[in-house]
């Protein structure tokens, strides 16, 4: 699996967006950003591919009222493109299954919890109304599901006496920034398979011994 030509949909201010877009002026990733997609006329995102002269394009709910007919939309955009990697990056639509047949297991999203746990919205609220000593963040495959698909990539992120909302979230997102271009580099080289909903990553080594506790265990 592999996707060198990748466009980004984003709705808000672009901050994953702009955490991919290092990693590709870096050298890390070795792909092309062929275009950011945007429903908000007025989005973040839509400013910082400007900044690096990446062509955008703004399709509103206005212009597309019914969901299939706007997922068609994006698909003759990404396929003018040439895209072959869909990253979702704060993008508020639900996708209908006409756009994900159209790029199966071609599309990924980042969410900020530990999935399977707390899919949906407000995240952090409901992990520190559940008492949870870890929270994190997930990149996963897109599937007909609410953030149900194959997960590539997590991050955790202990939850602190006192927490609030904002404080946690400030801490997953720094996770997101790391992962989600992590994510989109194992695409990118070839060693992303997916087996059923298993996510195998090819010449992953992952110390079996690290594990972490909160609050932490002596001895």
Do not use: W
Not at 183 to 196: N, P
Request: glycine share 8%.
């Amino acid at each position: 699996m592999s996707g060198n030509t990748i466009a980004v949909l984003a709705s808000g201010g672009g901050s994953n967006l702009q955490a991919i877009i290092d990693e590709v002026e870096s050298g890390r990733i070795l792909c092309k950003v062929a275009v950011v997609i945007s429903d908000q006329v007025d989005a973040g995102a839509l400013a910082r591919a400007k900044e690096h002269k990446i062509p955008t394009e703004v399709i509103t709910k206005a212009d597309y009222p019914v969901r299939e007919e706007y997922d068609r939309e994006v698909i003759r955009v990404l396929k003018g493109y040439g895209v072959e990697l869909v990253v979702l990056a704060g993008f508020m639509r639900i996708l209908s299954p006409v756009i994900i047949e159209a790029f199966p297991l071609k599309i990924i999203n980042i969410h900020p919890s530990l999935l399977p746990s707390f899919p949906g919205l407000d995240v952090q609220e409901a992990a520190l109304k559940a008492g949870v000593r870890f929270s994190g963040c997930t990149v996963h495959f897109i599937d007909t599901g609410v953030d149900t698909g194959p997960i590539i990539i997590q991050a955790v992120v202990p939850v602190l006496n006192n927490d609030t909302v904002r404080e946690l979230s400030i801490r997953i997102l720094k996770e997101e920034h790391r992962i989600y271009p992590e994510a989109v580099r194992l695409i990118v080289e070839g060693r992303v398979t997916v087996k059923g909903q298993q996510v195998m990553i090819n010449d992953s080594k992952v110390d079996a011994e690290v594990s972490l506790t909160n609050p932490p265990v002596k001895g």
